[in-house]
């Protein structure tokens, strides 16, 4: 089982930019970032393949961007133009089942705040 750890959480002003990161334990294929709002279900954000196909959910496109580095096994994800409601806890996992189905287990996550 792969371990995975986020970070790069914060708190930042409605239009502001952070960058999370995950880093795995070993090697992964398919990865991808989900999150969870107070009070509601987790929920995809976004996805890439080992060969670095991405996908996004609607709605992030165009504001959040995907990327990794294989060689360091860390994957990273650039949040730009943030909402009040891009406020959630942010989890990274593989992805089972490609684009969106996430593995079994979930790691502690980062908090991201975004305030109006």
């Known amino acids: 089982q792969v371990q995975l750890v986020e970070s790069g959480g914060g708190l930042v002003q409605t239009g502001g930019s952070l960058r999370l990161s995950c880093t795995a334990s070993?090697?992964?294929?398919?990865m991808g970032w989900f999150r969870q709002a107070p009070g509601k279900e987790r929920e995809f954000v976004a996805s890439?393949?080992?060969?670095?196909?991405?996908y996004y959910a609607d709605s992030v496109k165009g504001r959040f961007t995907i990327s990794r580095d294989n060689a360091k096994n860390t994957m990273y994800l650039q949040m730009n133009s943030l909402k009040p409601e891009d406020t959630a806890v942010y989890y990274c996992?593989?992805?089972?089942?490609?684009?969106?189905?996430?593995?079994?287990?979930w790691g502690q996550g980062t908090q991201v705040i975004v305030s109006s």
């Open positions: 996992n593989v992805i089972r089942s490609w684009p969106a189905t996430p593995g079994d287990y």
């Open positions: 070993g090697r992964t294929f398919s």
């Open positions: 890439q393949s080992w060969s670095g196909g991405t």
